[in-house]
């Protein structure tokens, strides 16, 4: 559940650039490396280039799929619209 203005209309689905930052909900706004929250949340190496990030039409993370939202893109008690987005990982047979 995220908030939908702050997203804007151009919402995209794209994998991680070197040195990129977000802010992770929970840390007050504090803005984290991308790969360091990788780490923390142990997400196998193997994975993080693949990993697929929700970002808005400002390329800013909206979202690391399935793991945690940005700070900015919470739904708070003055959120207007809400954009519902679900992430379902597909299992190799």
Not at 46 to 55: A, F, G, I, Q, T
Request: glycine share 6%.
């Amino acid at each position: 559940w995220l908030d939908a203005d702050v997203l804007g209309a151009n919402v995209h689905l794209r994998t991680r650039t070197e040195g990129e930052r977000f802010q992770p909900l929970g840390l007050g706004g504090h803005s984290k490396p991308l790969a360091e929250f990788f780490t923390n949340a142990k997400v196998p190496a193997s994975s993080r280039n693949r990993w697929p990030l929700l970002v808005t039409a400002a390329d800013a993370i909206a979202w690391v799929c399935g793991l945690r939202i940005d700070e900015r893109a919470q739904v708070t008690a003055s959120t207007q619209r809400v954009l519902h987005v679900r992430f379902e990982r597909q299992v190799e047979a």
